[in-house]
């Protein structure tokens, strides 16, 4: 009680000292949208700075900016990633020059990411789904062809290992 009388006995002297002066207001930044596009990407960049390092927008999170792979061959292709909360998906992009049999592996998982395989025009052809760390693992018979995959975040972090084969 006595702490909340002083406080106001305070504030009471310190609005009579500014009597005549100028009020100082602080300008509210606007979230709005009367903020121009750059407004929005610099307050963007800022959010996604943390200490030193500046987290960048993953460039494979969708099927046109899919990472190329380029044409399977006999010889398997791995490639090394992550997904998480910031990263949720990531997708590869892949061509057959003839009809083959593909194996998609996901591996090396500390979290649950699941796989699916789609075709040219974006739909699943096939994917596993397991939980947890378990890794993911299945084969399709394709034609000739552009396809993709995706790897999916279900929960937590994790870096995995892709492997295709032939």
Known sequence: MFTNLMRHWLQE???SQRVGKPRRRRQRPSYGSSESLEQRTVLSAQISTIGTA??????DNTIATARELGTLSSTPTTVRDF????DTQDHFRFTLTQARNVRVQLSGLSADADVQLLDAQGRIVA????????SEDFTSSLSAGTYFIRVVRWSGDTN?????ST
């Not at 995995?160 to 295709?164: D, H, K």
């Open 13 to 15: 002297i310190r609005r």
């Open 160 to 164: 995995y290992n892709l492997t295709l």
């Open 83 to 86: 997904v998480g909360i910031a």
């Open 54 to 59: 500046t987290l960048a927008a993953p460039s």
């Open 127 to 134: 994917s596993s789904i397991r939980c947890g760390t378990t």
